[in-house]
């Protein structure tokens, strides 16, 4: 059930830091509130986590999910760049935070 919140905070980093840009520094009223929801919601659910799990392969799976998510979103939906070294680094990314996942022993 831990990892499961750390996914799901993962995917809330996500949406956290697409709201930050689409609110323009803080000046479009209701990506900033999604951005502040998806922020509590995102750090409340790895908090609960860290109750059970160590630290860094939680937190490397957080971040390597919202990292990955980010890019990914940019990419489909901003109009970011998109090209093959993107590509292999998200997946490096992807790989390594899976390497730590299994690298780490839940209690």
Same mark, same amino acid.
């Given at each position: ?27 479009? =009223?209701?990506? #900033?509130?999604?951005?502040? /929801?998806?922020? $509590?919601?995102?750090? &409340?659910?790895?908090? *609960?986590? %860290? ?29 970011? =760049?998109?090209? #093959?070294?993107?590509?292999? /680094?998200?997946? $490096?990314?992807?790989? &390594?935070?899976?390497? *730590?996942? %299994? ?5």
């Amino acid at each position: 059930m831990a990892w499961l919140l750390v996914i799901v905070a993962g995917i809330l980093e996500t949406g956290f830091a697409v709201c930050l840009k689409l609110s323009h520094g803080f000046t479009r =009223l209701w990506p #900033t509130v999604a951005f502040a /929801s998806f922020a $509590l919601g995102s750090f &409340g659910l790895l908090t *609960l986590s %860290l109750k059970k799990l160590d630290v860094g392969p939680a937190y490397a799976v957080w971040t390597g999910i919202g990292a990955a998510g980010t890019a990914i979103y940019g990419m489909i939906f901003l109009g970011d =760049l998109v090209s #093959t070294l993107k590509i292999i /680094s998200i997946s $490096l990314v992807i790989v &390594g935070v899976i390497g *730590l996942q %299994l690298s780490g022993s839940a209690h």
